[in-house]
């Protein structure tokens, strides 16, 4: 049975990952963050290589690496310094939460499970009725939900 605890944290996680859901729509500059930021600022290359510690032909490799999203969180985050910005990271799940997505790959393992049984069951000509089939099938998605088994995510 999903516990307590294991509750807790789908709930937390949630809570979480909420706090992002404003920025879904949020449209990344084509040229990057970094570059659209040190622009704005009238920041040179050679000024924001000079906070880095770097060259400003580093200072645009970086630009381009963002832009082709090949950048890592820590250069992001150095670069984020420079510009007296914080480095803000999270996932928004596509699935409105981390219970849904739960619910949702229960949902679909419940209907292989029930359909391959009742596949067999109608070989052995014990067929059941599609009122049986959704409800043993509600019941499985119960059941996986409230186990969480570790096939869960194959």
């Known amino acids: ?6 509750n807790l944290v789908i709930e937390q996680v949630d809570r979480k990952l909420s706090e992002f859901k404003v920025l879904e729509q949020a449209v990344i500059p084509a040229d990057g963050w970094i570059h659209t930021v040190r622009v704005a600022l009238k ?6 290589g000079k906070r880095l ?3 400003s032909q580093s200072v645009k490799e970086i630009e381009q690496r963002e832009a082709n999203g090949s950048i890592t969180l820590k250069t992001l985050r150095e670069a984020g310094n420079a510009l007296d910005l ?22 679909e393992l419940a209907q292989q499970i029930v359909k391959r049984t ?14 049986r089939l959704d409800k043993a099938t509600q019941m499985k998605v119960k059941e996986i939900i409230e186990t969480m088994p570790k096939y869960l995510w194959d």
């Open 43 to 48: 920041m040179s290359l050679r000024q924001m």
């Open 86 to 107: 914080k480095l803000v990271y999270g996932f928004v799940p596509r699935n409105s939460s981390i219970e849904k997505m739960i619910e949702d790959r229960a949902y």
């Open 118 to 131: 009742s596949t067999t069951m109608k070989l052995e000509d014990q067929e059941n009725s599609l009122k």
């Open 1 to 6: 049975m999903k516990n307590n605890k294991q």
């Open 53 to 55: 510690g770097i060259t």
